[in-house]
T-cell receptor, first 113, second 115 residues
Framework: QQQVKQSPQSLIVQKGGISIINCAYE??????FPWYQQFPGKGPALLIA?????SEKKEGRFTISFNKSAKQFSLHIMDSQPGDSATYFC????????????FGKGTRLSVIA | EPEVTQTPSHQVTQMGQEVILRCVPI?????FYWYRQILGQKVEFLVS????????KSEIFDDQFSVERPDGSNFTLKIRSTKLEDSAMYFC?????????????FGAGSRLTVL
């Protein structure tokens, strides 16, 4: 119930392409869904987050799509760049984000020129 | 930009030894967290701390672990008797008091290697 399942484990995308990472959750009490970006040797950094009252949120080249009925959410990176190469974690929490984050296992993205 | 600072960046220790990992959260943040990441695995919650006491802890956070905020700025994680499986990257994180603003700022991590 507390798990967040993330796929794929790794992803290789051509420069300029679209990167898509998917996550699914079971606990319907989750109401805050952030994505974190982690570069090697660094801690995770918040990239973008969504709450279940909207189906999509866009910030620059990054978009979260949220499907409440399917209990799924995904990260889309448009016009992927080599600098986007990193590990991406989806996460979820309850109580408007006041409970500890539950992370997915991460997706290692490599954007190649 | 304010950041969470962690020391040491890497510590190697023998099994059974005590280890203390240190964190300096962002100064106006009131909620503090420790997470860990075993190599290649997901980031896992250990403990949260607010108002000088543990507010929540996971199953991982057993009696071998403790946290404290000894001087109002540092936030420490102590592992009393390390085991091989404690080898991981330990991340400290903090967030402001604002309700609903679960915007955690993570430190760069402390890599613990237990031999």
């Amino acid at each position: 119930q507390q798990q967040v399942k993330q796929s794929p484990q790794s992803l290789i995308v051509q420069k300029g392409g679209i990167s898509i990472i998917n996550c699914a959750y079971e606990n319907t009490a989750f109401d805050y869904f952030p994505w974190y970006q982690q570069f090697p040797g660094k801690g995770p950094a918040l990239l973008i987050a969504i709450r279940p009252d909207v189906s999509e949120k866009k910030e620059g080249r990054f978009t979260i799509s949220f499907n409440k009925s399917a209990k799924q959410f995904s990260l889309h990176i448009m016009d992927s760049q080599p600098g986007d190469s990193a590990t991406y974690f989806c996460a979820a929490s309850m109580d408007s984000g006041n409970t500890p984050l539950v992370f997915g296992k991460g997706t290692r993205l490599s954007v190649i020129a | 930009e304010p950041e969470v600072t962690q020391t040491p960046s890497h510590q190697v220790t023998q099994m059974g030894q005590e280890v203390i990992l240190r964190c300096v959260p962002i100064s106006n943040h009131l909620y503090f967290y420790w997470y860990r990441q075993i190599l290649g695995q997901k980031v896992e919650f250990l403990v949260s701390f607010y108002n000088n006491e543990i507010s929540e802890k996971s199953e991982i956070f057993d009696d071998q672990f403790s946290v404290e905020r000894p001087d109002g700025s540092n936030f420490t994680l102590k592992i009393r008797s390390t085991k091989l499986e404690d080898s991981a990257m330990y991340f400290c994180a903090s967030r402001p008091h604002s309700s609903g603003a679960n915007v955690l700022t993570f430190g760069a991590g402390s890599r613990l290697t237990v031999l």
